[in-house]
């Protein structure tokens, strides 16, 4: 079986400051890892996702994340947010086998202070 | 190109009626998988079609759920004699899904709001 656990379920921060969103996996085999995004009354968007390649993982609008195997954790971060990153963020975990269904966390509501 | 597209985008109905819920993957994309996301289970897979077939119907959560796909295509995502916690917004998603290329990004589509009274 496989769970993701987003640790917030709200992240303020300030424009211009940096973003970090935590987010811990479990999977009994080599998992698949995203970010996706949800801006209010849009569709999930791909964010950037991990397969077994580089660690340190660039998605698009600057965020990355790493993958940390020996703490089980896949956190999102950004140097300096921007008003336009507002949005509902899920961590979301694929075993890499069999059909690929994706499992969410619950998601992070990031606010972004002027 | 076209991504996803998902059609009512916005449905309301009665308790008791059935409702089709249309899904139109992107060209070429062999995988569809429909998902719903409601405020009290969060985002939570329903079925996986790979070409015409549904090798996974784990997540449909009772028999008023059903789901087809024709042509390896469009799908349809049928609730028969709607209930109230079936409200929420319900999302498809397609991929490419080659064999032996790892885990394909699906891409989403903008969901239909289902609203049962």
């Known amino acids: 079986a496989q769970s993701v656990t987003q640790l917030d379920s709200h992240v303020s921060v300030s424009e211009g400051t940096p973003v970090l969103l935590r987010c811990n996996y479990s999977?009994?085999?080599?998992?698949?890892l995203f970010w996706y995004v949800q801006h209010p009354n849009k569709g999930l968007q791909l964010l950037l996702k991990y397969t077994s390649a580089a660690t340190l993982v660039k998605g698009i609008n600057g965020f990355e994340a790493e993958f940390k195997k020996s703490e089980t954790s896949f956190h999102l971060t950004k140097p300096s947010a921007h008003m336009s990153d507002a949005a509902e963020y899920f961590c979301v975990v694929s075993a890499d086998f069999g059909n690929e269904k994706l499992t969410f966390g619950t998601g992070t509501r990031l606010t972004i202070i002027p | 190109g076209a991504g996803v597209s998902q059609s009512p985008s916005n449905k309301v109905t009665e308790k008791g009626k059935d409702v089709e819920l249309r899904c139109d993957p992107i060209?070429?994309?062999?995988?569809l998988y429909w998902y719903r996301q409601s405020l009290g289970q969060g985002l939570e897979f329903l079925i996986y079609f790979q070409g015409n077939s549904a090798p996974d119907k784990s997540g449909l959560p009772s028999d008023r759920f059903s789901a087809e796909r024709t042509g390896g295509s469009v799908s349809t995502l049928t609730i028969q004699r709607t209930q109230q916690e079936d409200s929420a917004v319900y999302l498809c998603?397609?991929?490419?899904?080659?064999?032996?290329?790892?885990?394909?990004?699906?891409?989403f589509g903008p969901g239909t709001r289902l609203t049962v009274l």
């Open positions: 998603a397609s991929s490419l899904r080659l064999a032996g290329s790892g885990t394909d990004t699906q891409y």
């Open positions: 060209s070429g994309h062999t995988a």
């Open positions: 999977s009994s085999y080599s998992p698949s």
